[in-house]
Structure formats: C-alpha cells, structure tokens
C-alpha cells in the first residue's frame, strides 16, 4: 500500500498545525515522507492480520502521534474492521497536542476506530494493552527504545516497527560498547568510536529481539536525508527455537 505525499501533506496540516493559508515547513515535509515510508509498514502489517476481532495499534513515546492518527484515519478506518489505538506519552505538552489533532480526524460514519490517549512512561506495564497486534516507536529516544522493547516482549505483542533516535550514554548496551571498544582497542577519536557504539548498540537490540523469539528484519525506512535515524526495526514474534538459541549465543559473546 503506498500513500500520495498530498494526502499525507493534507492530513498533517489539517491534525497538526490547523491554520488557514499557510503552508507546510521543511521539518512537516521530511515528516511527510517519514509517515509514507512508515505507514506503508504499518499497512503490511495490518494487511496479515486475518480481518477477525479488534486490531490493537500502540504509538509507543508518540509524542503528537502522528503515526497513530494517521493510521486510524488512513488504515484502519478504512478497513472497517473495530480498531483500537492506544498512544503512550509522557510530555503533557505532547498529550494535549494529541488530543486537539484527533477533534480534526475525520473518520468515516460508522468506523469502529477507538483511541486512547494515555499520558504515562513507557516503562508502566499498565499504560500498555495485552497482546497488541503492533507496536509502533517512531524516534523513540535513547532508552526509551529499549524499554519499548521490554514492554513489547512484556506485553507479547505480536509485531513491533521500532526507530531508534540518538543514542545516548543512557543506553545501557552504549555502556557496553565502550568497553568493548577498549577491549578491541578502537581508538578514541570520537567519530571512529562512536560508528562502533552504534553498531554495537544496533546489534545488541536485534540479537535482544531474536534470542526472545523475534524474527527481525533492519531496512532503511526512508533515504538518510529526511532523517540520520532512518532505520526500522521490523521484528515478528514467531518464537523459533533454533533462531533464538543462535540468537542467544551471539548476544552472549557480544556481551563478553
Ligand atoms: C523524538 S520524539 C518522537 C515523537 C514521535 N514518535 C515522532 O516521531 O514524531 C520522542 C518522544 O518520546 C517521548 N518519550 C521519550 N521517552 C519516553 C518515555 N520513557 N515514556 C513516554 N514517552 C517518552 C518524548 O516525550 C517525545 O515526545
């Protein structure tokens, strides 16, 4: 499924800055293509359930969540099948925002879209739905990608499209880069030490996924110029023994 960037372009000004004769900025516009190269993954996955029962979307650390509201109005009310969106935000700010952009949805008469709008920590397990069909973090913070991880898993979510931001020294597998780092002797000149922190930070989180029985694919989301934080996490809880035992044995190794 792929989405037209004037949809896109319409329904972001419409949510989200809602003011008569004025135009999208730059940052709306990488933000439009963000939403075409993401959308189109939540579609898919949309797209495997089987069209019985409620689909349970999370927009993880959503802050205005766009991917959440876009998705109600762009994919799920259009299925016509009941839905549920919960968005987790802990930014009261962003809460607020949230909540105005949904009085401008416009979701077709008669669609069974819900949305719940909780202000909360990702880390609450109880801001979380069991067993939701996909859970979406789109630059989620530093840690706040690996604890929407552990929340994923806590709560068996079937699928999960994750996009890590910055990598901070409040991750914990960083901590673990630099003394790997030091082990290996990599150098200290920081742009040498740091595409090693990352690539260490990248592959703990995926050898995480797949040893808890998570069949992960990384792909670039969208081209590095919209944004540096441009890859997904696309994993799939399939829970195959031989995977996760191989998975398990590299995080082992890479945890020294
Ligand atoms: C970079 S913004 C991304 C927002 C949105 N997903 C997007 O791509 O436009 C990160 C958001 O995550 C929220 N956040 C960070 N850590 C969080 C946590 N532990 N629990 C809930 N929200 C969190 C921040 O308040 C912020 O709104």
């Known amino acids: 499924m792929t989405f037209a960037r004037t949809q896109l372009d319409e329904l972001l000004h419409r949510l989200f800055i ?6 999208l900025r730059d ?7 963000e939403m ?23 927009d993880a650390a959503a802050g205005k969540a766009y991917v959440g509201l876009l ?21 009261p700010a962003r809460v607020a925002d949230c909540r105005d952009a949904i009085a401008r949805l416009r979701l077709p008469q008669g669609s069974h879209v819900n949305i719940e709008v909780v202000e909360a920590d990702v880390a609450d397990l109880a801001a979380w ?14 840690p706040a990608s690996d604890v929407i991880i552990d929340q ?42 740091r595409r090693f922190i990352q690539s260490v930070v990248d592959a703990e989180r995926t050898l995480r996924l797949e040893a808890a029985g998570w069949q992960t694919t990384v792909v670039s989301f969208v081209a590095p110029t919209v944004t540096p934080h441009n890859l997904l996490w696309r ?13 398990a044995e590299r995080l082992a190794r890479l945890r020294g």
């Open 129 to 142: 739905p069991s067993e939701p069909d996909l859970v979406v973090g789109l630059h989620a913070c530093g």
């Open 152 to 193: 994923s898993l806590a709560a068996r979510a079937r699928t999960l499209l994750l996009v890590p931001c910055c990598t901070s020294k409040d991750v914990s597998a960083a901590v673990l880069a630099q003394r790997r780092a030091d082990q290996l002797g990599i150098p200290r000149h920081a742009e040498v030490r």
């Open 27 to 33: 940052e709306d516009r990488r933000k439009s293509d």
């Open 235 to 247: 994993a799939k809880r399939v829970g195959e023994p031989g995977r996760m035992a191989e998975a």
């Open 36 to 58: 075409a190269g993401l959308l189109a993954e939540v579609a898919a996955a949309v797209a495997r359930r089987a069209p019985k029962g409620e689909f349970v979307l999370v």
């Open 71 to 91: 998705a109600a109005e762009l994919i799920l009310a259009p299925r016509g099948r009941p839905a549920r969106v919960r968005v987790i935000e802990r930014k």
């Open 18 to 23: 809602n003011a008569p004769a004025t135009s």
